[in-house]
């Protein structure tokens, strides 16, 4: 955090915003306000530079040709994104913070190596709820959300996965995500922030550079329970 207020941006929002994606940046800012930090949502649309003053980034899902029209873009900013920034990719933006993707018609393009993890077309799309048991990072709680994609995901060395798929598919190779220093990303939409507080306020810690006092939200608690108790009932 460089100064009294976090600044999250959000990254194309017109191209990489499927499935509620931006709602990430609205669940990020009013985590932070109820514990009493100012927070402020800066959107970066396609074909304005990218600051690099910012404190998070987030990068939502997109078709094939949005997220190579985003990528193509966010390659030109990539110094921006500082060793000290936050960033966080869903789904597209997953593929696009790895080194290389492959699109349907076969044509590759470079990502913004941020995470170690390539990305190829996989035999089938991927339309369920995914369950998956959090890495350490998390302290292996459950990670919930949707997905919808035909990217099948491979890590390498320099990232770890973000999770151990229990329903779904998540990368393709029972893992879901991956995670590299203060740099995460997951197939999960829902918003992802939404359904996982703990993985919000992870990258809320990083943004702070502090730790930050827990949120007493029983109703939200109630409603994440009873959600991942069904998914458990119908697997």
């Known amino acids: 955090m460089r100064d009294s207020i976090v600044h999250i941006g959000l ?5 990489l915003g499927t499935y509620g994606d931006t709602g990430n940046a609205q669940v990020l800012c009013r985590r932070l306000r109820w514990r009493g930090f100012d927070a402020e949502v800066v959107p970066v649309g396609l ?15 997109g078709e094939d040709g949005a997220q190579a029209l985003a990528a193509a873009h966010l390659r030109k900013y990539r110094r921006a994104l500082t060793p000290e920034a936050v960033v ?12 290389r993707f492959r699109g349907l018609d076969g044509v590759d393009h470079d990502g913004l190596g941020l995470l170690d993890l390539t990305t190829e077309p996989g035999e089938r799309r991927a339309v369920s709820e995914l369950v998956a048991t959090s890495s350490d ?9 949707f ?9 390498g060395t320099g990232s770890e996965p973000l999770g151990q798929v229990v329903r779904g598919t998540g990368n393709g190779d029972g893992t879901e995500g991956a995670v590299t220093d203060h740099i995460a990303g997951t197939y999960l939409h829902g918003p992802a922030l ?3 507080p703990a993985l919000a306020d992870l990258l ?21 329970g ?4 069904r998914r458990r009932r119908t697997s």
Do not use: M
């Open 137 to 145: 990072i998390l302290g292996h709680a459950p990670l919930t959300g």
């Open 194 to 196: 939404a359904r996982n």
């Open 11 to 15: 990254l194309l929002p017109e191209v």
């Open 226 to 229: 009873e959600r991942l108790a």
């Open 47 to 61: 074909g304005e530079p990218v600051p690099s003053t910012l404190d998070l980034y987030l990068l939502g899902g």
């Open 147 to 155: 997905e919808n994609h035909l990217g099948a995901s491979k890590l």
């Open 204 to 224: 809320l810690t990083w943004a702070a550079g502090q730790a930050l006092p827990a949120l007493e939200l029983p109703e939200v608690d109630r409603l994440r």
């Open 88 to 99: 966080f990719g869903v789904c597209a933006g997953l593929q696009v913070l790895g080194t």
